[in-house]
């Protein structure tokens, strides 16, 4: 089982801001990873350097074996914390001009998900809920069988059914052993079931990283409690 | 295919050329054709304009399509999927060019067909000419929206003083090419053969009078060979757009 993804001193610097500094972490194929930290902490950051959006000033990254070009995205899902979809599509349009892209696109995955995740597939996305708009997002992820899923803070902001729902399509489409996860939240009570590792991250650093199930056995609480102990 | 979805996708995208503004365009080109006969310069002089407006709007919507993709974040969208940077751009100027060819040859139609319906057609505009000035127009206006875009996608790649970088670039190309390109692609492009302009009203009856012959002979775009000037903006407008690809890769995180 090789690695996933892998960072070796990774610098990313904004103007006054240094985003990440010096940041390694290395991740095993097969997992669903938590990385937790408060808002501004570097998640986002990290999710775009992983996908190419931006390039660090110091540092080397590997992902699934090669360095973040346009062209590994084929083998990586990624879900922004962003409204980022076009308005004037209907979920109809946006499944099948994203379908176009992916040879991965599992086309019976649809009507499932749309199902799961209640989703009107002729309405237009610009008539939906911000919640609803992040479920449509998380389902263009789900509908695929890539290797890495990114998902970006896929609970922020939205309702206590939404994340039920995301959350329930996460755990029914993933691949065990085959896919890995990485999940960055800093809403952790829902996610809290999902994780295999964690990984605690604060202005760019690592602050903590273990298994789960581990950190848990080792602090005697849950996960939400330790996020809590660590960043207090 | 995935070429084919990027271009499907901009042309639902830009679908107010065709489905809003080009029936009212269409509705006051023909409302120019039949009312030149009571207000022919007025009718001329707006369907004249109107080869300039188009000029401009469609170079302008080209970027702003661009820029908007930036300001809604729906690039992360765009460039989360695995396309390349020419994939993305060259859809959205496939579209423009269209919006561009369509409406610019409506415009110069209409004021062919003014001038011939008031002068008629050998006077001082002939259908041959018309056509080579649109060719020269679209040669000249489509690479001008990858030239435009340039300072835009360069500036994307800063963090700070973005638009005061955009605007250094601006000023950049256009002295560059007018300065220094132009001059010496001329000199590159003059074994390119001859093409002028070259209208004569010699011995032809405008307004009822015959013409003496070799009375006049205007040559109307220019009296030098303009093909290199054209090769030159062609090749510059090529190298930009390379330009526009890479960077565009480069500077995503707008």
């Given at each position: 089982m090789g690695l996933v993804l892998d960072l070796k001193n990774v610098t990313k610097k904004y103007p006054g801001v240094d985003a990440l500094k010096d940041f390694s972490l290395s991740l095993d194929r097969g997992k669903i990873v938590?990385?937790?930290?408060?808002?501004?902490?570097?998640?986002?950051?990290?999710?775009?350097?992983?996908?190419?959006?931006?390039?660090?000033?110091?540092?080397?990254?590997?992902?699934?074996?090669?360095?973040?070009?346009p062209m590994i995205r084929e083998k990586i899902a990624y879900v922004s914390e962003l409204d980022v979809l076009y308005p004037w599509m209907t979920v109809r349009e946006i499944l099948d001009f994203t379908s176009n892209f992916y040879r991965d696109w599992e086309k019976g995955k649809e009507s499932e998900l749309l199902q799961l995740l209640a989703i009107e597939q002729d309405k237009?996305?610009?008539t939906f809920s911000y919640g609803m708009r992040t479920r449509v997002r998380v389902m263009l992820a789900l509908c695929r069988k890539p290797e890495l899923v990114l998902l970006d803070d896929p609970f922020s902001g939205i309702d206590l059914v939404s994340r039920a729902k995301v959350q329930d399509a996460l755990l029914k489409t993933y691949h065990y052993k085959e896919q890995s996860i990485v999940l960055a939240t800093h809403i952790i009570d829902e996610a809290e079931p999902l994780f295999d590792e964690i990984v605690f991250i604060e202005k760019?650093?690592?602050?903590?990283?273990?298994?789960?199930?581990?950190?848990?056995?080792?602090?005697?609480?849950?996960?939400?409690d330790i996020y809590k102990e660590v960043f207090k | 295919m995935k070429f084919k979805s990027l271009f499907l996708k901009e042309l639902k995208q830009e679908k107010a050329w065709?489905?809003?503004?080009?029936?009212g365009f269409v509705i006051l080109e023909l409302l120019f054709l039949s009312l030149y006969k009571h207000y022919l310069w007025q009718c001329?002089?707006?369907?004249?304009?109107?080869?300039?407006?188009?000029?401009?709007?469609?170079?302008?919507?080209?970027?702003?399509?661009?820029?908007?993709?930036?300001?809604?974040?729906?690039?992360?969208?765009?460039?989360?999927?695995?396309?390349?940077?020419?994939?993305?751009?060259?859809?959205?100027?496939?579209?423009h060019s269209i919006v561009f060819i369509v409406f610019s040859f409506i415009a110069f139609f209409t004021v062919y067909l003014i001038a011939k319906g008031q002068w008629g057609e050998s006077v001082w505009i002939k259908s041959t000419g018309v056509v080579k000035i649109w060719l020269i127009y679209l040669f000249v206006g489509i690479p001008s929206m990858f030239i435009e875009v340039f300072p835009r996608i360069t500036s994307n790649c800063f963090m700070r003083f973005r638009k005061l970088i955009a605007s250094f670039v601006a000023i950049v190309l256009f002295i560059g090419f007018f300065n220094y390109l132009l001059p010496l692609g001329w000199k590159i492009f003059s074994f390119l053969p001859e093409a002028t302009f070259t209208t004569s009203m010699s011995g032809q009856v405008f307004q009822g009078?015959?013409?003496?012959?070799d009375l006049l002979t205007i040559k109307t775009a220019t009296s030098e060979n303009f093909l290199p000037g054209l090769a030159t903006w062609f090749l510059f407008a090529v190298l930009i757009f390379i330009g526009d690809c890479l960077l565009l890769e480069k500077g995503e995180e707008g």
């Open positions: 938590g990385l937790l930290g408060p808002n501004g902490s570097g998640k986002t950051t990290l999710m775009k350097l992983i996908m190419g959006f931006i390039k660090p000033q110091k540092g080397e990254i590997t992902v699934l074996d090669g360095v973040p070009n237009k996305i610009g760019g650093q690592i602050n903590l990283q273990g298994k789960a199930d581990d950190l848990r056995e080792k602090y005697s609480k849950n996960i939400t | 065709f489905m809003y503004i080009f029936p001329f002089a707006l369907s004249m304009i109107f080869i300039v407006v188009i000029f401009f709007a469609v170079i302008f919507s080209a970027s702003h399509s661009l820029v908007n993709e930036w300001k809604l974040h729906t690039s992360q969208f765009l460039f989360s999927l695995p396309v390349r940077g020419w994939h993305i751009l060259l859809a959205k100027f496939a579209v009078v015959p013409m003496p012959p």
